[in-house]
């Protein structure tokens, strides 16, 4: 009987032989600054070994039990133990032991690595329970996969480990599509690393377990996954995790905000920017190792299925490969878009984006071998780009969800970049807000998608797709990336061949991609000098058109908060007031007339000298939403009254507005205010509720500062998470009615309430206010005048804006 043995230490240790030592050894190699990465994994693990021998040997000598095996399967079994995992630990026996003593030995294993605070999965079994065991299980079958001996016969685990191979071979067919499925549910259930703020580490998609996964596929000898770069990503993933288990001194698997920090230092990356990244990259190349390896699995499974009866119908000989063309040197097979075996990458440089616009045209993925052999083989463009080139990128770029799938091939074999150099700078690039839910290149790909959706409501469909892929490019660099953008937009245009009047639009689209929806859910429409603004930026009518659209399809590529009906109809009415004036027919500037509805509340309002309001209810973006009209007489403590009682019953403002408006032949003015809100838990409150309250609130009989700062003591900001502190200014030359403030915040409870007060204490009346929410941050514009309905002089104003930061700080 061949065994394993490994050096023993004191025999008398209370913890077990060795225990103390082991501990010592291991503290010793965690804190080993020179030591790191795959070198320290593999020394935790052949540390742990040696004591785990020493205890087995000990343990096995004085039970008398013989025939056994102590294995190491799963995470240690590949000897990748990071400084808390857990030991994953099976007792495999010849079944010849009594139970007792079967019972004791395993005893006097896990208790010491318990006693140590040592986290572990154990199981004792037979060679036989255990295959039987991996046929019921998967997961089971696939730590089994990755079984090592570490004390004991060494015979027991080699027949077991012939079987367990040999059963993961022959129930592949049905082994491999149950595989797939926990991978799918998984990534369902946990998200996609490489987009993610907080990623799990191990649970996401593209983490340590899918590279798990992609080594049992291999196993399978059914297919392999793509092997460039993915022994690189899965050593980056490992290592940060043995950093994220030293920074928090627990098995933590989910990098959180508060840790990036400490756990970039710790790998000596810049900061926690540039650790997302490196993360981001790597996780990247597991999930598309995973996309092309499933999809060969797809193949291969169907293939073998289909053969008997292909057999039958064609006889002996088979059948002739089929190939449809698709484009010149690219042609479909297997279901993939391959090129024609008359394909000269060296003479065509134009290929690569035949290839991609072909493939994306067609709904069919890109072979990686061709992806990988036009990376080695394709030579550069010439500059300007010939107008086949900037065709087939634009035809790529309107292909729409298969746009995503075949940008991404292409970006794994570092084509993108070679077609677009600027591109690095903005690849991978974690956005902090947490409204976005792609990185800076994948929302850039996704607004292009969006755009193409919209390309038959403009009537230059290429500027429109080319902006939308290069509206953040500027992002990377220092300052405002519009501004970096416009200059990176100039050039990238003129070096693809765009004529010099088409490279100024998209430099414009570029600068001011975010114009329309700021202004639309920041400013008063209502101002002429805020339209008349806009107007100057855009300068014509087709850029106005374009950029309209590009606006929707950058928002709908954000994230579900950044578009909505509601953001819909203030950008198309800021839209249409802007082409008024381009045009030459906007009507001379006069207040805006009331509503039907604003002048029914007003006039209701007046004659019963209190506030009026309405609610209707609305589903959208998967919460109970409210449009209110509040009528209020003028009268001091409007605004933060109605805000203050919205935020006690839990309705959350997504937007607002509030004006004045004066009706003929009526004594006194009347405050009518618009609010979005959506309720926190699904349930809208009665209207003669709320009345009652803001009543209440106006006269003074309800403390609303007292009852939000329950609320907010009851809310305790989650640990480590920091907001940046408000920042209050004043916004210059976009009205000459009213001085405008923005507020910048975190979205907190009783914010619009709180600003209201410090508005009321500087004495200014507020004109109107907009309020724009995006995920935990808030954008409230106001407009205010003094007593004489003028606005603030410029010591004024900015003494105003630091009283309200104050006030909010």
């Known amino acids: 009987m061949t065994s394993v043995e490994h050096s023993t230490t004191d025999p ?91 019972s004791a030995l395993a005893d006097r294993i896990w208790y010491p690595v318990w006693d140590l605070g040592l986290a572990l999965d154990h199981s004792v079994r037979t060679p036989a329970e255990a295959r039987k065991t991996a046929a019921e299980d998967l997961k089971v079958h696939l730590g089994l996969l990755d079984a090592r001996p570490v004390a004991g016969d060494l015979g027991l685990l080699a027949s077991l480990r012939t079987s367990v191979l040999a059963d993961w071979r022959n129930q592949a067919p049905r082994r491999l599509p149950e595989l797939h499925s926990m991978c799918r549910d998984r990534a369902e259930r946990w998200g996609e690393l490489r987009f993610l703020l907080e990623p799990d580490l191990k649970e996401a998609r593209g983490g340590l377990r899918d590279i798990t996964a992609l080594r049992a596929v291999a196993a399978s000898w059914v297919a392999d996954a793509p092997r460039a770069g993915l022994a690189d990503a899965r050593r980056r993933l490992l290592d940060t995790r043995d950093a994220l288990h030293l920074v928090t001194g627990r098995a933590a698997d989910r990098l959180s905000l508060q840790e990036q920090d400490a756990v970039a230092g710790r790998l000596g990356v810049l900061d926690a920017d540039a650790l997302l990244r490196d993360v981001y990259e790597a996780a990247g190349v597991v999930a598309y190792a995973g996309d092309v390896t499933w999809r060969e699995v797809g193949r291969v499974l169907r293939a073998r299925a289909a053969r008997p009866r292909l057999r039958a119908l064609l006889g002996p000989r088979g059948g002739a490969v089929e190939r449809a063309p698709l484009a010149e040197g690219v042609v479909e097979q297997d279901g993939e878009a391959v090129l024609a075996l008359a394909a000269r990458p060296e003479r065509d440089p134009v290929l690569p984006l035949r290839l991609a616009a072909a493939a994306a045209q067609a709904g069919l993925p890109v072979s990686p071998h061709a992806v990988r052999r036009l990376a080695e083989a394709a030579g550069p463009l010439p500059v300007p780009w010939p107008a086949e080139a900037r065709e087939q990128l634009l035809t790529l770029l309107g292909a729409g969800e298969p746009t995503v799938g075949v940008w991404e091939a292409l970006e794994a074999e570092g084509l993108i970049t070679r077609l677009l150099p600027d591109w690095e700078r903005v690849r991978c690039r974690p956005q902090r807000n947490p409204v976005h839910t792609w990185t800076v290149d994948r929302h850039l790909v996704e607004t292009a998608v969006r755009a193409s959706e919209l ?98 399809a950058d928002a709908r590529a954000t994230g579900p908060a950044a578009w909505s009906a509601w953001r819909g109809s203030l950008v198309a009415d800021l839209v249409r007031r802007v082409a008024a004036v381009l045009d030459g027919t906007a009507p001379a500037a006069e207040p805006p007339a009331p509503s039907t509805e604003q002048e029914r509340l007003a006039v209701e309002a007046l004659r019963t000298r209190e506030p009026v309001l309405t609610l209707h209810a609305r589903h959208e973006e998967d919460v109970v939403g409210v449009e209110l009209a509040v009528a209020v007489p003028d009268q001091p403590g409007v605004l933060p009254a109605v805000a203050g009682v919205l935020a006690l019953h839990r309705l959350t403002v997504r937007a607002a507005d509030l004006r004045s408006v004066e009706l003929p032949d009526q004594l006194g003015e009347v405050l009518v205010l618009r609010w979005r809100v959506a309720a926190e838990y699904g349930s809208l409150p009665q209207a ?83 309020v724009s929410t995006l995920g935990a941050n808030a954008v409230d514009t106001v407009y205010v005048v003094d007593a004489d309905g003028k606005p603030l002089g410029g010591a004024d104003a900015v003494a105003l804006a630091a009283a309200v930061e104050a006030a909010l700080s």
């Open 688 to 770: 003669a509720r709320l009345r009652a309250d803001l009543v209440r609130a106006l006269d003074g009989s309800l403390d609303v500062p007292a009852k939000l700062a329950d609320r907010e003591a009851a809310y305790p900001r989650r640990r480590g998470v920091v907001p940046p502190p408000p920042r209050v200014t004043v916004v210059p030359d976009v009205s000459s009615l009213a001085t405008v403030l923005e507020v910048r915040a975190p979205d907190a409870v009783g914010l619009l309430h709180r600003i209201g007060r410090a508005l009321e204490a500087g004495r200014v009346r507020v004109r109107s206010a907009h």
């Open 455 to 552: 390309t038959r409501r403009v009537g230059r469909p290429d500027l429109l797709l080319m902006a939308a892929l290069l509206h953040d490019i500027g992002k990377g660099w220092p300052g405002d990336h519009s501004v970096a953008g416009e200059t990176i937009a100039r050039d990238v245009a003129a070096r693809l061949g765009f004529e010099p009047a088409d490279v100024t639009v998209l430099a414009t689209l570029v600068r001011h991609h975010l114009l329309l929806a700021e202004t639309a859910t920041r400013r008063d429409l209502d101002d002429p000098a805020t339209v008349r603004a806009v107007a100057e930026a855009v300068g014509s009518p087709v850029t106005l058109e374009l950029l309209h659209a590009l606006t929707e």
């Open 12 to 102: 008398s240790d209370p913890a077990g032989p060795g225990a103390s030592g082991y501990a010592a050894a291991r503290l010793r190699l965690l804190q080993e600054e020179s030591r790191s990465g795959p070198s320290r994994r593999s020394a935790l693990a052949g540390l742990t070994d040696d004591w785990l021998n020493a205890l087995f040997t000990t343990a096995a000598r004085e039970t008398g039990v013989r025939g056994a095996t102590l294995v190491a399967v799963g995470g240690y079994g590949r000897a990748e133990l990071s400084p808390r995992s857990d030991l994953d630990l099976l007792l495999l026996h010849d079944g010849k032991a009594g139970a007792k003593a079967l």
